[in-house]
Each structure stands twice: as C-alpha cells, then as structure tokens.
T-cell receptor, first 118, second 111 residues
Framework: AQKITQTQPGMFVQEKEAVTLDCTYD???????LFWYKQPSSGEMIFLIY??????QNATEGRYSLNFQKARKSANLVISASQLGDSAMYFCAMREFPIYNQGGKLIFGQGTELSVKP | EAQVTQNPRYLITVTGKKLTVTCSQN?????MSWYRQDPGLGLRQIYY???????DKGDVPEGYKVSRKEKRNFPLILESPSPNQTSLYFCASSLLGNEQFFGPGTRLTVL
C-alpha cells in the first residue's frame, strides 16, 4: 500500500537560512507524482512544487526545490533563504497516475510545522 | 477568477441530522476529491472522482457519500453524522495528474 512519512513534526530555522523538510514514500507503482503543499495558520492549502517519478531533474520553483532520490524513495523539500512568511505546516503528498479512469488516489503525510525565527 | 468554492464554511450540527457540503469548481477539471484534516493525521482522502459519474473510495469513506452528476460539482453528503466526523474538510480539483487546487475548507462540528 502507498504510504507517506514525514518524520519531523516540528522544525525551527533562522531567517535567511536554508531548511530541509523530510519526506519518504512507499509505493509499488512505477508512475507517480510527488507534491508539496503549504498550509499557513489561515488554513488554506497552497501548492508549492511537483516531481514526477520519471523526471530526471529535481524540480525547482523559486526558493523551493525538491531533492528527489528515487532509489531511496525520498522527496525532501528544500527552502532556501527562509522568510518569516514561510512559517506554516508543510505536507508531502503522493498520487498514482490515473490511467483509463483507474487510480488517482492521493495520500498525504502527517505534516511538518516549520517556524522561522527572526 | 479560477477557484474551488465550498459551502458552508462553518457548520455546527447534531448527531444524526443529514447534511451536505457543496463543492464547485470553475476550471473544467476532471478530477475532484474530498479530504478531512485532523490534528496529527494530515489530510486523508474520503472520496475522489475522475470524471462525471465516476467516483471511488479514498482511505476513509465510511459514513460519507458523494455524487458527480456534473463536472463542476462534487457534494459531500453525511447521511447520519456522528461526533467522530467533526473535522476540517477540504474539497480539491485538478486536471488529471496535475496539482490539486483546494477550496477554503469547511469546519464541521457534530455534537
């Protein structure tokens, strides 16, 4: 069965420093997608970055990058130059690729609460 | 504006009183889904739909029903709510295989 594990319930980082949020996954599928979402205290879910299982390059989106190590089944989120506004809950998620109206389940990790210190 | 809307945003109800939480998207997305979020458990998928008239169970479907009669709407129905269904509920939509766009959430309390 698919599973996502985020082992860091909470983390602190100094403003302007980089931080890595861990995510490991388990799946027997060859085709899947990995996502990171941010949930600030206001509650909305904000998409940050996506990595496909066949993508050879690590995904990057501005200050966010995804350190994808397929053999180790890890998809860590790296936030460079942390800002106070980065304080939030961060969720890693995995999704099967839908084929012919089959599949499409999406599972989330438990989340990591990041606090950025001034 | 491209968005996913949910109504109501907040709801307090009593055990056994049927309720419906509506979800609508204006992005012509095929995929729609419902999640519940509980402290320490992250988001768990309740039901999802790959297209009109196609729905499937997620990880926690017990006590919930859904329907997808139109592409834009995906209501969540609790036929007989119980206190363990007190939670924060999110609806989301996407093109197949792409990132999900989430609604603002519905906070449900069942007394």
């Amino acid at each position: 069965a698919q599973k996502i594990t985020q082992t860091q319930p909470g983390m602190f980082v100094q403003e302007k420093e980089a931080v890595t949020l861990d995510c490991t996954y388990d799946t027997s599928d060859q085709s899947y997608g990995l996502f990171w979402y941010k949930q600030p205290s206001s509650g909305e879910m904000i998409f940050l970055i996506y990595q496909g299982s066949y993508d050879e390059q690590n995904a990057t989106e501005g200050r966010y990058s995804l350190n994808f190590q397929k053999a180790r089944k890890s998809a860590n989120l790296v936030i460079s130059a942390s800002q106070l506004g980065d304080s939030a809950m961060y969720f890693c998620a995995m999704r099967e690729f839908p084929i012919y109206n089959q599949g499409g389940k999406l599972i989330f990790g438990q989340g990591t609460e990041l606090s950025v210190k001034p | 504006e491209a968005q996913v809307t949910q109504n109501p945003r907040y709801l307090i109800t009593v055990t056994g009183k049927k309720l419906t939480v509506t979800c609508s998207q204006n992005m012509n997305h095929e995929y729609m889904s419902w999640y519940r979020q509980d402290p320490g458990l992250g988001l768990r998928q309740i039901y999802y739909s790959m297209n009109v008239e196609v729905t499937d169970k997620g990880d926690v479907p017990e006590g919930y029903k859904v329907s997808r009669k139109e592409k834009r709407n995906f209501p969540l129905i609790l036929e007989s709510p119980s206190p363990n269904q007190t939670s924060l509920y999110f609806c989301a939509s996407s093109l197949l295989g792409n990132e999900q766009f989430f609604g603002p959430g519905t906070r449900l309390t069942v007394l």
